[in-house]
């Protein structure tokens, strides 16, 4: 079974550019979260989809945003682009079910200049 | 204060040491999450859990509600096991919402 896929592994942006990351889940998962880490910051929750519709948001700004397609797969889209946007955006799939565990893709460097 | 504290920050032991790094919370949660990164950003979940303990090779992990409070354990390290471990916990309001620990970084020398 293959496991959560982010596209790109990496990108480089300027500020001011919006950028579109892409997530996988795995085949049946149903429910995709997304996680912002930064050095200063540690991990976030940026925000989670569950059917195609976002259940739970964090506390970023509207910048930030997502959308989950039919077949389960994610995106989220930062508009905008402020050098602290910089980090690793992981991305976790789970077929939310009591007691699954999430699935971690590799993650999306973004670094912004 | 975090809402989820972790120690050590640092550890470096030598191959074969038994290792238990601590992760202590102060918010109701339904689970509590024990997870593995490796330099390079993936993150691999080791443990998800509610009430007791669980085991898996050489991973155990446990949780005492009342007291707030898991422990994860390696026994006879290996360099392998050299990652960031961290301890998130879900939130009442969803499982996803996690809020993180700083992490634990630990270097296992052979």
């Known amino acids: 079974k293959a496991g959560v896929t982010q596209t790109p592994r990496y990108l480089i942006k300027t500020r001011g550019q919006q950028v579109t990351l892409s997530c996988s889940p795995i085949s049946g998962h149903r429910s995709v979260s997304w996680y912002q880490q930064t050095p200063g910051q540690g991990l976030q929750f940026l925000f989670e989809y569950f059917s195609e519709t976002q259940r739970n948001k964090g506390n970023f700004p509207g910048r930030f945003s997502g959308r989950q397609f039919s077949n389960s797969r994610s995106e989220m889209n930062v508009s905008t682009l402020e050098l602290g946007d910089s980090a690793l955006y992981l991305c976790a799939s789970s077929p939310d079910r009591e007691d699954s565990p999430l699935h971690f893709g590799n993650g999306t460097r973004l670094t912004v200049t | 204060k975090n809402e989820v504290e972790q120690s050590p920050q640092n550890l470096t032991a030598q191959e074969g040491e038994f290792i238990t790094i601590n992760c202590s919370y102060s918010v109701g949660i339904s689970a509590l999450h024990w997870l593995q990164q490796h330099p390079g950003g993936g993150i691999v979940s080791l443990f998800m859990?509610?009430?007791?303990?669980k085991k898996h090779g050489r991973l155990i992990a446990t949780i005492n509600i009342q007291e707030k409070h898991s422990s994860l354990h390696i026994t006879a390290s290996h360099p392998r096991d050299s990652a960031v471990y961290i301890c998130a916990v879900s939130t009442m309001d969803s499982n996803y919402q996690l809020i993180w620990g700083a992490g634990t970084k630990l270097i296992i020398k052979p």
């Open positions: 859990l509610s009430s007791g303990k």
